[in-house]
């Protein structure tokens, strides 16, 4: 079945998979779901992930989740997604969004690539607010 928002289908994916305690997790590979996780294993929100080809032509990307402590407590305890394919939103250098204060972390789709709220501050960008995560 194809997706057409592959964003929210990646974020559902990641959660549904952490509430079961999953190891790992198979999303279909996009340059956008590669960004994305790259995002979340440099901040430490997933493991390592690689590109996989199962059966033929398709692509996927398969992550590995991280979980803390004996009781396996996931490490992302919430994904939101913010800008839709209806309704897209969007934020400049001044307002970019904190989340949770600064203990989560918001993707932003900026004109130099995908990257969190505190780089996109850094380095003085806006973009696209595709998600929050903590």
């Not at 592959?6 to 549904?16: C, F, G, P, S």
């Not at 509430?19 to 979340?40: C, D, F, G, Y």
């Not at 939103?89 to 970019?96: A, C, D, I």
């Amino acid at each position: 079945m194809a997706a057409n928002d592959t964003i929210a289908d990646m974020l559902t994916r990641i959660r549904n998979s952490c509430m079961a305690r999953h190891q790992t997790t198979q999303i279909p590979a996009t340059k956008m779901t590669r960004s994305i996780a790259q995002v979340l294993k440099s901040e430490g929100f997933i493991g390592e992930f690689e590109e996989a080809e199962a059966e033929g032509i398709k692509r996927h990307l398969v992550l590995s989740l991280k979980y803390k402590g004996k009781t396996r407590k996931p490490i992302i305890t919430a994904l939101k997604r913010v800008s839709k394919p209806g309704l897209r939103v969007y934020s400049n250098r001044k307002e970019l969004p904190r989340v949770l204060g600064g203990i989560g972390i918001a993707i932003i789709s900026t004109s130099s690539g995908i990257m969190t709220d505190r780089e996109a501050r850094r380095q003085g960008l806006g973009g696209e607010v595709l998600c929050y995560v903590w």
